[in-house]
Structures are given as C-alpha cells and as structure tokens.
C-alpha cells in the first residue's frame, strides 16, 4: 500500500512540475508580449492518511493550480504614436471583438485590456490588429459627454473616427474690452460715431461678423454726459434689418469704480445680465452672448479720457478645418485637433474596475472577462476613485521576469527529475519484492 501510494506521489509530482514548467514556457514566450499578465503554479498537499499510529501511511502527493497575477503592473514604455493607449495605475479598457462587429451582431460581447495599439480601419473604428475595438461613450456637439450608467456596458460604443473629417466651430462667446474717449461726451464735440468689427463664425464655419456703432451723447450742455449708445448689427442678417441690439450704457465718473459702467438700458434686441456683464444676442446663426462688462467691474467696456482704443477681444469658435491628429488625455478625453487650432472632444473613454481583478477570465490577446471570482464591474472615469490615468503614447510591458523564470525553471527540473528518482526506486523496491519469490 505505501509502496503503491509513494509512485503515485511520485507521479502527481511529475505532473504538478509539469503544470508548472508549462507556466514557466508561457511567460518566457510571452516576455514580448505588451499587456501579457503572467502565470504562477502553487502546489497543494494531498493528505490521504490521518491515522499516525497505525503504523502505515500513504503518500497523497501534490495538486497544483494556477492562476494569473492580473492586479499586477507592466512598466510603461513610451511610444511614438498617440493612439497606444496604455494605464497608469488600476482599471482596464473596455474593447469588444472585431469579428463580432463586423458580422454585424447586435450585442457585442464586453472584454477588458490593460493596453493597445489601436489604429483606425477603413471605416475609422479603432482597433488593434489582434482584432479588439475600443469602446467609448459619444460626446455630445458641443464637446460634453452626459451622465452614463456606470455599471453596464449598453451606452458604450465603438470608437469611430473620420481621417478626412471637417469640422465648424461656431462662435458662441465673444469678451470685449473697449475705452471709449469720455471726451468725446462733451457737448461741444463732434458726436461722431465709433465703429467697431469682431468677426465671428457661422454654424457653417463661414466667417462673419458683428459690426459695433458706439454713438455719443452729447446733449448734456453743463459736462461730459459719460453715456453712449452701443448699436450691434449682424452681416450674415438682411442689411435692411439686420440691428441684433442697441443699448445705452452709462459709464461711472465717481472717484470710486470711475470708467467703469454704471448702467447698460436695453432699446431693442437681447438681455443684458448684470450679474454675468453680459449681452443675449441673437444673430442669424442662433444665440450669442457678449461679454461687455458688469456694473462697476474692472473688465469689460470702459471710459476714460483717452483716445478710442478696442483691447484684444477673445472669442470662441474656428472656421472650417481639417483633422490633424486624434489623442488622448489622462482624464479619458478623446480629442481631436484640426488644423485651425481648434480641439473637440470625440469620445471619454472610461475605466473598468471590479473588486478582484485576479478573479477575472482571460481570453486571447490580453483580454479578460467578467467571472463570478472578479466580482460584478464597474465603469470609472480616468483617475476617480481607484484607477489611475490613461496615457497616450505609451503602452505597458509584459510583467515576466527572465531572470526569475529561468530560476524557475531550474528548481522545477530538479524537482521533475527527482519525483522521476522516486518512481524509479519504487520501480527497484518493487522488483526486489518481485525476487523473493525465485
């Protein structure tokens, strides 16, 4: 019996070491291997006989299982393009499979990956050439990404982008700064208008532009009456209607807020906010706010005795331009830049995280699933709660150490070859036994 129980010790060694060994192979061939979570073999004790005084035992042997250290992380190497996407810190990528995409399957199966060089097909959806695309929630036109459910992955999409897209920005904002010469208040002065254009852009991306009037009033015979009349008038309007605003603005002349505005009156066209400083108009190509300045504010619109002088005024909005190049930012943003200047953000990319990543099923090209050891997933937004940042140009190196599965792989042969010895002498024992028979 004990003889017996020792070559089956013997043997479940052998296979223990071998399973091992096995390990061993994968992340030495995997050592190249972006993103490849290596694989350890622990070695459990069978224990057959528990009765210690009876004068026998039987070996039980060894059991091995395995498992992937996924919780741990690759160095980052850095890259040459922006679309290598790798993290810094915990959370995977949520992908999907592109030959499901491509067969056009309506639900796509939910994956994870720590890092990929995701490059855009002919249709522009990122994918790796291992066949993984890159899911992501949509931004909105003005660059906004709304509140998404964060525990399914029905609102993620792929990620598609145009290589030869086009893109207008309409100008929705304008900052003014002016000095208006106070001379020019007097009631002996010339009562000249001043004008004044800003350009601004379309929702076509056509360049148009507010034509600003600054009238005096001169009608107050004891002084400078410190007001004027603003007229706004838009070009992309009918000329013979196209006054989007007129108002009165009185500057302050007091030792305390003097040149600053005292107070702007409406005559015709959008809202003036005195808290904001600023302008409702609304020109032919929707509503556009004009920042001119609040009520004794120390920005904006002013008077002073000097000569008319328009500041650099800020504005939002580009004319039509052409994709450059696609990034993206620790945060998850998906921007695109174009050759005006101009950066929309296309997609947020968010993290996944479940409560045991080495819990979690792995597939084929670095990818893994949710299991019932991982825990149920959840979807972060890059660098809240505990996953870290996603990093552009970059992407995370295989966590095998040579050095050490070479060590490895010596102690196991030793180890194979020595359970082989035991089989070997119970083989002999056995053989001896066989002989006193003879």
């Known amino acids: 019996m004990s003889m017996s129980s020792a070559m089956n010790a013997g043997v479940a060694g052998l296979a223990a ?31 057959l006989n528990q009765h210690r ?3 026998h035992y039987s070996a039980g042997g060894v059991r091995a299982t395995t498992k992937r250290i996924i919780a741990e992380d690759g160095a980052l190497i850095t890259t040459t393009h922006p679309l290598d996407i790798a ?8 992908v999907t499979s592109a030959v499901d995409l491509d067969n056009g399957f309506e639900t796509l199966p939910m994956m994870m990956t720590r890092t990929g060089s995701f490059r855009p097909d002919d249709a522009g959806i990122l994918r790796t050439a291992s066949g993984l695309v890159l899911l992501g929630w949509p931004a909105q036109s003005d660059g906004t990404v ?9 609102t993620l999409e792929p990620v598609q982008i145009s290589p030869h897209q086009t893109v207008g920005d309409p100008t929705t904002r304008i900052s003014m700064a002016v000095t208006l010469p106070a001379a020019q208040t007097r009631p002996d002065a010339t ?16 360049s148009e532009s507010l034509d600003l009037t600054f009238i005096p009033d001169t009608s107050v015979a004891s002084g400078m009456s410190n007001t004027w009349v603003m007229e706004v008038r838009d070009s992309a309007s009918d000329p013979a209607s196209n006054l989007v ?9 007091s030792q305390a807020n003097g040149g600053s505005i005292s107070s702007v009156t409406v005559l015709s066209g959008g809202a003036y906010d005195p808290v904001a400083g600023t302008l409702d108009l609304q020109v032919a190509g929707g509503p556009l706010s004009m920042v001119i300045g609040a009520p004794g504010g120390t920005t904006g619109m002013r008077q002073l005795s000097a000569s008319f002088s328009p500041s650099p005024i800020s504005k939002n909005g580009s004319p039509v331009g052409n994709l450059v190049t696609v990034e993206i930012n620790e945060d998850g943003f998906l921007r695109a830049t174009y050759d005006t200047g101009f950066v929309k953000t296309l997609y947020q990319i968010p993290l ?31 660098g809240d709660g505990p996953t870290g940042a996603i990093m552009g140009h970059a992407l995370e190196a295989s966590t095998t150490d040579i050095a050490q599965e070479l060590t490895h792989m010596i102690t196991t042969q030793r ?10 002498t119970v083989d002999e024992m056995l053989q001896e036994t066989t002989n006193i028979k003879r």
């Open 146 to 154: 709304p509140v998404m459910p964060r525990d399914t992955m029905g």
């Open 191 to 206: 009562g000249d208008s001043l004008p004044l254009k800003i350009e601004y852009f379309g929702n076509l991306g056509t």
């Open 17 to 47: 070491n071998a399973t091992r060994l096995a390990t061993i192979s994968d992340n030495i061939a995997n050592s190249g291997t972006n993103g490849y979570k290596r694989m350890e073999a622990e070695f459990d004790s069978l224990v």
């Open 415 to 424: 180890a194979y070859s020595s359970n082989a010895k035991v089989i070997q």
């Open 87 to 94: 993290i810094d810190g915990r959370g995977m990528l949520p």
């Open 352 to 382: 996944v995280d479940v409560p045991n990543p080495d819990g979690l099923l792995a597939l084929d090209a670095q990818t893994y699933k949710i299991s019932p050891h991982s825990g149920s997933m959840f979807m972060w937004d890059a």
């Open 245 to 253: 605003g007129s108002y009165r603005i009185v500057f302050d002349d």
């Open 53 to 55: 005084t009876s004068g």
